[in-house]
Nanobody, 121 residues
Framework: QVQLVESGGGLVQPGGSLRLSCAASGSIFSISGMGWYRQAPGQQRELVAFITSGGTTNYADSVKGRFTISRDNAKRTVSLQMNSLKPEDTAVYYC???????????????WGQGTQVTVSS
């Protein structure tokens, strides 16, 4: 079994900051990409940021310069530092990990349960 557990969501005023964290646990052989998606009410889920095992990052245009993704391979964690938050950042944020459970297995994507981020005054 594999679990991804997120933490760090909440309510913040515009211009404020939040840090999301996600920890992967269970039967894991290796993890390649990790990242974050978000889904606002009535909208499709969109990619926010991802990071490869080597540390290469990519961001949605809407968050470039405000969000920073990082990971700790030893701890199997991925984090998202969100600064200068805007009301339009309000969404449920989901972490994911592309991983395999065995040396001879294939990679599959696993998801966290989601954490609510609300940006409002």
């Amino acid at each position: 079994q594999v679990q991804l557990v997120e933490s760090g969501g909440g309510l913040v005023q515009p211009g404020g900051s939040l840090r999301l964290s996600c920890a992967a646990s269970g039967s894991i052989f290796s993890i390649s990409g990790m990242g974050w998606y978000r889904q606002a009410p009535g909208q499709q889920r969109e990619l926010v940021a991802f990071i490869t095992s080597g540390g290469t990052t990519n961001y949605a245009d809407s968050v470039k310069g405000r969000f920073t993704i990082s990971r700790d391979n030893a701890k199997r964690t991925v984090s998202l530092q969100m600064n200068s938050l805007k009301p339009e950042d309000t969404a449920v944020y989901y972490c994911y990990a592309n991983l395999k459970q065995r040396d001879y297995g294939r990679f599959n994507v696993y998801w966290g349960q989601g954490t609510q981020v609300t940006v409002s005054s």
